[in-house]
């Protein structure tokens, strides 16, 4: 359903999960591109973008946000049709659009709606308030950044290593939303693209510096995992490597020991078998050859 809000002449409209009624609406009415319709059509998320026209704008932008479970990022994908008295917002879920729509929807009934003179001012206003909900995002990533670190050296490495594989996956995925966009936006900051408002480069320069600072604070954080991801392997390296040297030693002590002992475990006559002290006789040769399989092995400092 196409949900419709009046900013004086500039009108805001919000469509989530578009039907195929609503895309025909807007290529009747509007006379968009058949493909940008067909890009509003399909349910992949598509790369960042924008399409130039005469008279309107497409774009394609990513902003993260949490699964339910909080644990890991997906793609927040909004598709924008930017035109001189109009600006037509498409998303396949109620979020964080959404969200400002109904509060501006609800603000308009008492005529205290956002004070914006341009399409332009309305596309900047509802990015800045995507931003802000992405750097707080950003920020609880970059704690589980600290608490990957933190954790290295914990008793449960089971739990350490999903944190830190968790925690790389989001750093990976921001990094990938975010680098294509910044292009993007340096293109409307230096007047490449002019939009419809004029003096508008200082306002895209600030998104812009938004998503440059995000971008810079979530390579800081690849950089910081990737080397947790590391520190952690070879300490988990180092303590299978101990755990084999004890099995090993215990396997060298043992291994003369169960021969000697399945020798004489046999049936048959050996020496020193019917003397009475045998079993001591053969117990001590077991234990100086244990203590010499220890001695050797710290005299050669492999334990």
Partial sequence: MIETIRFGSLKWSHIVLPTEDDLKILQDYYQFHPLDIDDCRTMVNLR??????????????????????????????????????????????HWMV??????????????KSLEVGSSDELLYKILEFLLQDTRTIVEEVNRAVDICGNSLFS?????????????????????????????????????????FAENMEDYWGNILDYFQHVLDVVEDDGELIRGYSMTFDSL????????????????????????????YGMNIHWPIREHPQSFLIVSGIMGIIAIGVVVFFRFRRWV
């Fill in 48 to 93: 960042p973008k924008i399409d130039i026209y005469d008279d309107y704008y497409f774009l394609i932008l990513h902003f993260p946000g949490f699964n339910p479970t909080r644990t890991l990022i997906d793609i927040r994908e909004i598709k924008v049709f930017w035109g001189k008295d109009f600006l037509i917002t498409i998303a396949k879920s």
């Fill in 98 to 111: 959404k969200e400002l729509f109904n509060r501006e929807k609800d603000k308009s009934v008492s005529d």
């Fill in 155 to 195: 008793k449960n490495p089971v739990k350490t290593i999903e944190k830190i594989s968790a925690t790389r996956k989001n750093v990976i995925l921001l990094n990938t939303m975010f680098r294509p966009q910044i292009a993007l936006f340096d293109k409307l900051q230096s007047g490449a693209i002019s939009g």
């Fill in 236 to 263: 988990q390296a180092s303590k299978t490597n101990e755990v084999m040297k004890i099995l090993t030693l215990i396997s060298a002590i043992l291994l003369p020991l169960i021969f000697i002992a399945t020798i």
